[in-house]
C-alpha cells in the first residue's frame, strides 16, 4: 500500500522559496513509505501540515493532554503540585510499562503530584498516566476539558489499560498532527496554566527519556527539544499501529516553532519509521534555521 499525500497550506504561508524546498524534501522523503505519515509545522503565524486529514492514534502522545487537565484540576482545587498524596501500587496493571511500579511492587507510597506528573510525561509510565486520568475525574473529563482550549481535531475515550487490554481501542484516542500542535502552542503561550506550572510542563518536556531515536535524532546536540513520544505495539498481521513523536523546539535566534510527526499503519520496520520522524525535524530545523 503506496500512501498518496495530500498537502494543506494553513493560515500563512512561509516565503514561497523556503516553502517549497521545506515541502519537496519532506515529500520526497515519505513518497515511497508502506504508511501513513502526517506533519504539522507551527512556525510563529505560518502553518504547513501534510496529511492532516487522517485520524492517527496518539498513543502515549496524549498523556501531554492527560497532565494538562490534571494540572488543571489541581489549580481549581487550589493545589500545589507538589502536595503529597498516597499512590498504591498494588491496585495497578503488572504487565505494562510503568518504571515506579517496577520501583515499588505493590507497595503504598507517599509522593507527590509533581512525581507522578513527572513519570507519566517524561518517563511515559502506563500506571502514572491512568493515576492521573482518574484524579482528573476520568478521560471523558479530560477529553472535555481540552475541547473547551478550543483545540479540536482530536477525540479521548480510552486509557492505558483499556488499550492494553484490546490494541485495537488504541485508534479510539486519535489526533491530526495540527490539533496536537495547535495544543502545546495554547498551553506553552500562557494563559492555560498558572505561569509557574507552565514552567513546570515546559521542564518536564525538556527532560523526556523516550524517543532518543525520532526528533531529537535529527537535531544538533545543541539544540533544545521538549516532547512527547507514543509507540504502539504491533497487530497480528506486523503492522505497526503507531509511531509518533511531537514536540517544541527551540531555535537559537531565541524562536520557538512546534512540529509533530505521526504515522500510523505502517509496515515499515522500527527503524525505518523513526527514522522518517528523524529526518523530517533535520529538514525542518535546517530550512527554519
Known sequence: MKVLYTLIILLYCLPLSGQTHLIEKIENLIRNKDAKIGVA???KDKTITLNNEEKYPLMSV????????????LENDNVPIDAPIYVDFSKMPKNTYSPLKDKYGNSLIKMTYKTVMIYALSHSDNNMCDFLIEFAGGID?????IK???IDGFHLSETEESMHEDISKSYRNFSTPLSMARLMKKVYEGGVLS????AFLEKTMLECSTGENKLKAGLPQSVRIGHKTGHSDRTSDGIRIAENDA???YLPN?????????IMDSKESDYTNCKIIADIAKITHENLN
Open 141 to 145: 473529563k479530560v477529553y472535555s476539558y
Open 62 to 73: 496524549f498523556k501531554f493532554h492527560v497532565v494538562v487537565a490534571a494540572i488543571k484540576k
Open 41 to 43: 509545522i507551527i512556525h
Open 254 to 262: 531565541g524562536e520557538q516553532y512546534y512540529i509533530c510527526v505521526f
Open 195 to 198: 505561569s509557574k506550572n507552565t
Open 247 to 249: 514536540g517544541i523546539i
Open 148 to 150: 473547551t482550549l478550543g
